[in-house]
């Protein structure tokens, strides 16, 4: 069974940095292209980023601002969230789905649907 735990959420002010880190159990973590979704209330899950063998996919809403990396030998992938915006407050979820093909990678990481694995997830909340 894969398991997932997310960390690093908290409270932060509005230009303010947060880094999430999600770690992996098992020994098949760099088999997995693995992404990042967030969910505010009254909203529905959206994708923020994702990332394969060291290919990154992001939201418009995240993109110059949220890098996604990742580390095998710890099994974790990371999420840095820099100048934050009040937005941006949500339940942040990370998710592994089995390595995806070049071609599929851009059409199929933004899809809730891809991921077998997810976090149970952990608060970020931005103030203004």
């Known amino acids: 069974q894969v398991q997932l735990v997310e960390s690093g959420g908290g409270l932060v002010q509005a230009g303010g940095s947060l880094r999430l880190s999600c770690v992996v159990s098992g020994r098949t973590f760099r088999t997995y292209t693995m992404g990042w979704f967030r969910q505010a209330p009254v909203n529905e899950r959206e994708f923020v980023s994702a990332?394969?063998?060291?290919?990154?996919h992001y939201a418009s809403s995240g993109q110059g601002r949220f890098t996604i990396s990742r580390e095998n030998a710890e099994n974790t992938v990371y999420l840095q969230l820099n100048s934050m915006k009040p937005e941006d407050t949500a339940v942040y979820y990370c998710?592994?789905?089995?390595?995806?093909?070049?071609?599929?990678?851009?059409?199929?990481?933004?899809?809730?649907?891809?991921?077998?694995?997810w976090g149970q997830g952990t608060q970020v909340t931005v103030s203004s």
């Open positions: 998710a592994a789905a089995p390595l995806l093909s070049a071609s599929r990678f851009y059409s199929a990481t933004s899809s809730e649907g891809t991921y077998d694995y």
């Open positions: 990332i394969g063998y060291s290919t990154t």
